[in-house]
């Protein structure tokens, strides 16, 4: 019985884990789509700000400073979910 309890708590813990994902593409034009996907996160908006410093930072390791060209923010409350896309050049 012990061992049963112990599996399905194990299980349970499993099923608690979120997804916080960044990455960054390099488009065939020569910017970059950064996207980001939070379970954390309600707000886009929040989000989207700290995809901005992220690729900034990604600019100055470069040596060189961000341009933005386009940012997207999808927000999806009812499952505590946000998106964000962030299209960018480093000059």
């Known amino acids: 019985m012990r061992k049963i309890l112990w599996i399905v708590s194990l299980f349970l813990l499993a099923g608690c884990t979120t ?7 390099e488009q065939e034009d020569g910017s970059f789509k950064l996207s980001s996907i939070s379970e954390n996160e309600w707000s886009g908006s929040f989000l989207s700000a700290k995809a901005i410093k992220e690729a900034e930072k990604f600019c100055m390791e470069r040596g060189k400073v961000l341009e933005k060209i386009k940012l997207k923010k999808m927000n999806d409350g009812r499952f505590n979910c946000a998106e964000s896309q962030l299209f960018f050049v480093c000059r």
């Open 19 to 25: 997804v916080d994902k960044t990455s960054i593409e």
